[in-house]
């Protein structure tokens, strides 16, 4: 059982940055992506951001496009989710799960791992 180990969240103000890792226990498991999700309080999960792991391409949610980008470590298999310009309403707790199986871009179809989560705040 693959497990996955979120870092990097805390408290940062309106318009900071952060840098979450997503580090998984075995490097070299299979899989077609690796995704970030979040989910604040009294909201449904939703979708932030994927990489697809034999091409590096990226797909992103809408409210993050332009502000966030993921990207991996091809040596060790880590997944970052840089966070730029962040605004309050990006508060949330963030997780990162990995994709083993077919999907839907955008949902979190398909992806079967999932870590423990990070919370993220950001202040006004």
């Known amino acids: 059982q693959v497990q996955l180990v979120e870092s990097g969240g805390g408290l940062v103000q309106a318009g900071g940055s952060l840098r979450l890792s997503c580090a998984a226990s075995?490097?070299?498991?299979?899989?077609?992506?690796m995704g970030w999700f979040r989910q604040a309080p009294g909201k449904e999960r939703e979708f932030v951001g994927q990489i697809y792991w034999s091409t590096g391409s990226t797909y992103y949610a809408g409210s993050v496009r332009g502000r966030f980008t993921i990207s991996r470590d091809n040596a060790d298999g880590t997944v970052y989710l840089q966070m730029n310009s962040l605004k309050p309403e990006d508060t949330a707790v963030y997780y990162c799960?990995?994709?083993?199986?077919?999907?839907?871009?955008?949902?979190?179809?398909?992806?079967?791992?999932w870590g423990q989560g990070t919370q993220v705040t950001v202040s006004t």
């Open positions: 075995e490097r070299s498991f299979s899989r077609l992506g």
């Open positions: 799960a990995a994709r083993t199986r077919a999907g839907v871009q955008g949902t979190a179809i398909g992806f079967d791992y």
